[in-house]
């Protein structure tokens, strides 16, 4: 069983910048890579980004690119999703997963364990 906490949404700016966090605890933990997703009210929950366990290989949705970065600290066992450049329509409700080790190389969406979700909102 793995436990995954979000911590860090909050209300910012057209324009900047937040950091989300997940830690991440459990036995087993060191086998899954993780990932971040992200949902509005009456849509389907989304994609962002993964990041494998094993050597930090990322990925990232088309969405993404360019404006969100996830990186990981093992010794923390936390992951991060720096988003920058914040837009309204990034206004959502962000989740980070436990999945595949390798995500970030097979790019295999298949999450074992979902975190609660924190609330980003990106006033214009």
């Known amino acids: 069983q793995v436990q995954v906490v979000e911590s860090g949404g909050g209300l910012v700016q057209a324009g900047g910048s937040l950091r989300l966090s997940c830690a991440a605890s459990?036995?087993?933990?060191?086998?899954?890579?993780m990932g971040w997703f992200r949902q509005t009210p009456g849509k389907e929950r989304t994609f962002i980004a993964a990041?494998?366990?094993?050597?930090?290989?990322?990925y990232y949705a088309d969405s993404a690119k360019g404006r969100f970065t996830i990186s990981r600290d093992n010794a923390k066992n936390t992951v991060y999703l720096q988003m920058n450049n914040l837009k309204p329509e990034d206004t959502a409700v962000y989740y980070c997963a436990a999945g595949p080790r390798d995500w970030g190389t097979t790019r295999l969406n298949l999450v074992n364990y979902w975190g609660q979700g924190t609330q980003v909102t990106v006033s214009s």
């Open positions: 990041i494998s366990w094993s050597d930090g290989t990322t």
């Open positions: 459990g036995r087993t933990f060191s086998t899954y890579g």
